[in-house]
């Protein structure tokens, strides 16, 4: 099997900025605030685009084909990519963490991290709180202030990627267009939305909210086309559940998916990904499922992109 593409699902929150259409040469109206590039979860599965499965659900393909796709990974889904930009600040939110997930909503952990593809000047995201004291985040969010009062900001610049482990606060800020990698789960808390008067889920967010999260960015720095010397692959973030590391090639570089699939983003310059059933091209912001069968793979041209994947049980990444 070779080198999925996946085709995106666009949503148009009220929220969205223009950038998702900009990059992908859509109509500037509906704006998409949100692209859904890779999914096997219930309401959110993207098909296939191209190739001998074209137009297959992607989470009907992993249980005709569970282990050409997934190798020796149990999961009946994988790490999935969304491509956001956020015109306005999006709304304050907590993810479950798995037992939460498994015991009330039959889900799975929603843990994520975002690769911030570009950010206006001062731009900020909201990640973790900036006070420990439940009762008066309680009652800030009582009024739909707790964003502004108690989110803790952080600015951002491209490059940086941060981990959003489950039970933190966190918010995409006005601003910034993002590539979020994130683990088999999807349930939201929204717990503020800057008065715009969405259904806000306060009791299930206090119920999973971990004050003394404050995750850090990791500053890998912006992608520089004109940066010479061999390939060069660092660690972008690191969780029990998944890990991506951020490549920068140069020419060529070559990866074995060790018996599990890979998915890569395209997150500078534009790519080709050649395995030996099949080539697929990447442009800037889309992602590719490389399933576990494909084995070796090569990525060719002057880019940067996310190789993720999902961490075995027990694994230290």
């Known amino acids: 099997m070779g080198p999925l593409l996946l085709k995106p699902n666009y949503i148009s929150p009220v929220w969205s900025g223009p950038r998702v259409n900009e990059v992908r040469g859509l109509a500037p109206e509906p704006a998409f605030g949100e692209s859904f590039d890779v999914s096997a979860h219930e309401g959110l599965v993207n098909d296939v685009e191209g190739g001998p499965f074209d137009g297959v659900p992607l989470d009907e393909l992993i249980r005709t084909h569970h282990d050409e796709v997934m190798g020796d990974l149990s999961d009946d889904g994988v790490v999935q990519v969304i491509v956001m930009d956020a015109g306005q600040n999006l709304s304050v939110q907590v993810h479950p963490d798995e037992a939460y997930a498994q ?25 973790g709180t900036t006070i420990d004291d439940v009762e008066a985040l309680r009652a800030a969010a009582a009024n739909d202030t707790i964003g502004e009062r108690f989110g803790r900001r952080v600015p ?36 503020c939305d800057w008065g715009r008067g969405r259904e806000l889920h306060v009791r299930q967010a206090f119920d999973v909210l971990r004050t003394e999260s404050r995750p850090e960015p990791n500053h890998l720095g912006a992608y520089d086309p004109a940066e010479s010397g061999p390939s060069q692959v660092r660690r972008g973030v690191t969780h029990p559940l998944f890990v991506s590391d951020v490549v920068d090639v140069r020419g060529s570089w070559e990866s074995e998916p060790d018996g599990r699939y890979h998915v890569l983003s395209c997150v500078g310059g534009s790519a080709s ?12 912001s889309r992602s590719v499922l490389v399933p576990a069968s494909a084995g070796s793979y090569r990525v060719e041209g002057n880019c940067r992109v996310l190789r993720s994947y999902a961490c075995r049980p027990g694994e230290v990444a």
């Open 103 to 127: 015991a009330h909503e039959r889900d799975h952990e929603k843990t994520e991290s975002w690769y911030i593809l570009a950010a206006d000047p001062g731009a900020s995201i909201i990640c």
């Open 156 to 191: 951002v610049h491209e490059g940086d990627f941060v981990l959003l482990p489950a039970g933190t606060l966190h918010a995409l800020g006005a601003g910034v267009f993002a590539l979020e990698v994130g683990s088999l789960g999807f349930k939201t808390y929204r717990i």
């Open 273 to 284: 990904v050649h395995a030996r059933e099949g080539t697929v091209e990447l442009p800037f």
